[in-house]
């Protein structure tokens, strides 16, 4: 039976967020919210780890408005339970923050077997959650996993690195974080959504978790964010295939003149 | 003399690194290097005073250790590296130990005062963050191709130290490297570039887009799940966040939905052309021109005409 620790962020959805044709400033405040698509990818493998082995899976969620429902996909999928620690302290929070913070929660709920991370979050995109999360706990990390295998008391991980594929033996408990390419999540089936909501969600506070003041501050601080404009033409080609096709010849031909 | 360690796992872009740091102002360059990869005349053209190099399994939670130990002696204010898998999980874990702030990806960093300013992309990337690092040692990976080299006039001879670790009781071994197939193509400098998306429904069907490319003088590129899930193109063919960034001339997204990640990565080509059966798919907010139909039966259309104009210009 393996305990295992998924951590999982509330993030902005990029792909529905718009911006002020204007100021350029991305609209946060109409901004939709879900879990990022590497944690997703974490939840899975755990989901498929459990099956070969037995276990028990816990979200972790760590956030300054974390709402339970954006765990319901991830519940369906098939996490057992999780915890939140919701606080609006974690308002400007900055992955030293987090990192801190998951790693109370984690010691708090007892070091499990292993904890799985997203690469990267959907929205912040830094990249650093995973590796100071396993050093605040003093254990091995792995980053950019695309296949877990367990063989008594160690996991095999493949990583993908900029040159190709790196084959580790690590030692347990260890902190893996995951990529898209590791799996495929299931779109949970209505009776796996059904059984989610009978599943525990519960409420940690930040004071429980004894946290000193410097472990809560964050050391950096975000600015201004602005989107990349590009100004393209947004024509619409019409007429019938061979119409369109002989447009986009001329468009091409023309690509090619200008740039002589 | 204020101290920057630049950590070099690969000795590629090192003359970017080297020249960043010192239109920072940082004088005492420390490169932290593997030992099989010093190159002691190339550092010290762009400036390098010192290279400490080290002897350990390419394993970040162990090189992590080393950089920890050097940070600790050095007192950096700033540590830099580039922007790649093993320097992210390096950097995270040494700056947590030392209570650090880090950044990854920049593509512009300055120092004002006591804070280092860095911007990075955000938001699946179609964004750009100012975000402002405080405490001293910043940790901060670069994008290489965001940043120039420039050789020092006043270049001198750096001194080398070296440092040995040989994990003890070795809790992670490697224990095999499978080198990926590359295309031998660098997509990055492509003057025309055509890409794949999901809208192909099987491998072999990619031929009708290499048949356009054939006759566009054009590279083949595609979207993250083509390479990373289907694996029917090898990885660097994969434009986007993750993937390359490219600025050809010309590029042609085929049957791609044009999601925030793939767009970022071709915001500086010069005309986009879209090809998706769908009028809502996002691409074709991205693009110069957009063809509404179903690629099947758009492309040997399309291919049909050109080859009909290269005829005649041909006659």
């Known amino acids: ?260 | 003399m204020i101290t920057a360690i630049i950590f070099m796992d690969d000795w590629t872009f090192v003359h970017e690194l080297l020249s960043t740091c010192r239109a920072l102002g940082l004088d005492n360059l420390v490169i932290f290097s593997p030992d099989e990869l010093v190159d002691v005349e190339k550092a010290g053209t762009y400036g390098a005073s010192e290279i400490i190099s080290y002897r350990s399994p390419p394993i970040p939670t162990y090189v992590s250790r080393l950089l920890f130990q050097v940070v600790s002696e050095r007192h950096p204010r700033l540590v830099v590296g580039l922007a790649r898998k093993n320097v992210r999980e390096v950097f995270g874990r040494a700056a947590q130990r030392l209570g650090a702030a880090c950044a990854n990806n920049c593509i512009d960093i300055e120092i004002a005062g006591d804070i280092i300013r860095i911007r990075r992309p955000v938001l699946g990337g179609g964004y750009v963050a100012v975000q402002e690092l405080a405490g001293s040692p910043v940790f901060a990976t670069l994008q290489p191709d965001a940043f120039k080299s420039s050789p020092n006039s006043s270049a001198k001879k750096p001194v080398v130290t070296s440092i040995d670790m040989t994990p003890k009781n070795g809790l992670i071994k490697i224990i095999d490297k499978r080198l990926t197939e590359k295309s031998g193509v660098d997509l990055s400098v492509a003057e025309r570039v055509v890409a794949v998306g999901r809208g192909f429904r099987k491998k072999e069907d990619l031929g009708l887009a290499e048949e356009l490319a054939g006759l566009l003088g054009a590279e083949i590129g595609c979207s993250r799940p083509i390479s990373s899930d289907l694996k029917w193109l090898p990885e660097d063919r994969h434009i986007g966040l993750s993937g390359k960034w490219i600025r050809p001339k010309l590029y042609i997204a085929i049957g791609i939905s044009g999601q925030i990640q793939h767009v970022v990565g071709v915001k500086k080509a010069k005309t986009i052309l879209a090809i998706n059966n769908d009028p809502n798919s996002p691409i074709h907010r991205e693009a110069d021109y957009s063809v509404i139909a179903d690629l099947y039966e758009f492309l040997p259309v399309l291919v049909r005409r050109l080859r009909e104009g290269m005829g005649k210009e041909r006659g």
Request: proline share 4%; glycine share 6%; net charge negative.
């Open chain 1, 1 to 260: 039976m393996l305990n295992i620790h998924v951590c999982v962020k509330q993030s902005i959805d990029v792909n529905t967020l718009e911006f002020d044709p204007d100021t350029l400033r991305p609209l946060v405040e109409n901004a939709e919210y879900r879990i990022g698509d590497t944690d997703l990818n974490a939840v899975e493998e755990a989901v498929r780890i459990k099956e070969k082995m037995g276990g028990k899976i816990s979200l972790l969620c760590v956030g300054s408005d974390v709402r339970p429902a954006v765990l319901r996909e991830a519940m369906a999928i098939g996490a057992d339970d999780a915890y939140i620690v919701s606080d609006p302290l974690l308002r400007n929070a900055d992955q030293w923050v987090y990192a801190n913070v998951l790693a109370a929660l984690s010691k708090r709920l007892g070091i499990p077997d292993i904890i799985l991370c997203g690469e990267s979050s959907l929205d912040d995109g830094a990249y650093q959650v995973g590796p100071r999360l396993a050093e605040e706990l003093g254990l091995p990390s792995m980053t950019h996993a695309v296949k877990i295998e367990f063989r008594d008391g160690v996991i095999i991980v493949e990583r993908a690195v900029e040159d190709g594929v790196e084959v580790l033996e690590v030692g347990l408990p260890a902190v893996v974080s995951v990529g898209l390419e590791i799996n495929t999540p299931r779109l949970p089936s209505l009776l796996m959504i059904r059984a989610a909501s009978r599943k525990p969600i519960n409420f940690v506070s930040i004071q429980e978790l004894g946290l000193t003041s410097d472990k809560l501050t964050s050391l950096s601080r975000m600015g201004e964010v602005k989107a990349v404009k590009t100004q393209r033409k947004n024509i619409v080609l019409t007429g019938s295939l061979e119409e369109i096709a002989s447009k986009v010849a001329s468009i091409i031909r023309s690509e090619a003149v200008m740039n002589k």
